[in-house]
């Protein structure tokens, strides 16, 4: 299970640095797991403080708190991330990646 939480914790570490906020169940779509899953995993780390963050339980949402980093390592960190991220996509829905990074000329 921890080797299971470790994965999901990259991801959502890099997930961290992208989005300011996002609904649980998008967040649980794109780690594929159950919507409670996910908050649970959250929770956990913003527990361990593994990443700075609050879970609004009313309204579904998870909000991650930006910390301030030089502007030329933030903008590395976010390309990283995205980069990250579309690997990820690309990964689990191909033509779906495929076909939105034809449709903004990647």
């Not at 999901?8 to 649980?24: R, V």
């Not at 700075?52 to 502007?71: C, E, L, M, N």
Request: hydrophobic residues 40%; proline residues 3%; aromatic residues 8%.
């Amino acid at each position: 299970s921890s080797g299971i939480n470790a994965e999901y914790g990259h991801n959502l570490l890099a997930i961290s640095h992208i989005y300011k906020s996002i609904k649980i169940d998008n967040l649980a779509q794109l780690l594929r797991v159950p919507a409670l899953q996910a908050e649970t995993v959250v929770g956990k780390m913003i527990a361990e403080q593994r990443i700075s963050g609050s879970i609004d339980q009313i309204d579904q949402i998870v909000r991650f708190d930006i910390k301030a980093q030089p502007w030329d390592e933030h903008i590395n960190v976010v390309c990283n991330k995205v980069n990250y991220v579309i690997d990820l996509l690309n990964q689990f829905e191909p033509d779906f990646t495929k076909e939105r990074l034809q449709h903004y000329g990647c």
